[in-house]
């Protein structure tokens, strides 16, 4: 930790008032109350990263043999089962899930098809693996993915460093059925499901190749935080800083090149 200089000769005062007994008790009021009000305003602020170990081994030795992602291990999982000197792709097929405030209270009956698909391909020889990513608990590496909820994301797993094809396919939470995506795995998903080469591709994308994907998670995370009115703070003064710069480089300018500027209609001239 640094230690800051300019801080503990601010401080010198508070620590000469607390040795003072008249003053004792006003001080730690004082800082009972701070360390209530930080305690409560850093317990509203969201975990970007819930992950509960237990019970995610807990559904992966179960009979759905189901991984749950997360920031930490979500490489690693689809690693996993990939061989060195493999040519043929290891399949992943990730249902992209969350909670009230992320979904809103509708991926119940997706993921609840996606579990049953699960049990039915944990014993099905060369089935794809299936994984789970909740944005509730997850939503940093969901904004990192820009995944979007309701949405199934199939990886084709390869040796490092090859690159990763990624299919994604948008699911009806509404009316879709374990027996729709069984379906769409034997029929062939390439023919409905879309090629995903965006600007956040988790492995082949600009984000991803410079390190730069969990950061920037964690900044739309950050930003979704905000209210509105926060936010449309933050533009205002943004925008004002921008205007008063560059009119202050106009005015500059004008100095520079024609002296002073010519007083306004109405206004005398200054004497000389």
């Not at 930080?38 to 509203?44: D, M, T, V, Y």
């Not at 703070?233 to 300018?253: E, Y």
Request: neutral net charge; contains cysteine; proline residues 8%.
């Amino acid at each position: 930790m640094r230690f800051s200089t300019t801080s503990a000769i601010l401080s010198l005062p508070l620590l000469a008032v607390a040795d003072v007994p008249d003053y004792q008790a006003q001080f730690q009021n004082y800082m009972g109350q701070a360390q209530s009000y930080l305690g409560n305003f850093a317990s509203k602020i969201p975990h970007p990263n819930k992950h509960d170990p237990v019970a995610a081994a807990a559904a992966k030795a179960g009979s759905l043999n189901l991984d749950i992602l997360s920031l930490n291990t979500w490489k690693d999982t689809l690693y996993g089962p990939v061989k060195p000197e493999s040519t043929t792709p290891e399949e992943w097929w990730v249902l992209i899930t969350g909670g009230n405030k992320t979904c809103f209270g509708h991926c119940g009956q997706i993921e609840a098809a996606f579990n049953e698909t699960a049990g039915k391909w944990a014993v099905t020889p060369g089935a794809p693996h299936t994984a789970l990513l909740n944005c509730e608990d997850q939503p940093v590496l969901c904004n990192a993915w820009s995944a979007p909820v309701g949405a199934l994301w199939i990886f084709e797993m390869l040796p490092e460093p090859a690159p990763i094809n990624i299919w994604t396919k948008r699911l009806n939470m509404t009316t879709a059925t374990s027996d729709d995506i069984v379906a769409l795995q034997k029929e062939g998903f390439k023919d409905s499901a879309k090629l995903h080469d965006g600007f956040f591709h988790p492995f082949n994308g600009p984000l991803a190749k410079y390190g730069a994907a969990t950061p920037v998670g964690y900044v739309l995370w950050g930003f979704n935080l905000l209210p509105s009115w926060a936010f449309m703070i933050l533009v205002s003064i943004f925008s004002r800083t921008m205007m008063s710069n560059r009119m202050n480089q106009a005015d500059g300018g004008r100095g520079v090149q024609g002296g002073p500027r010519p007083p306004a209609v109405g206004q005398a001239a200054p004497r000389r």
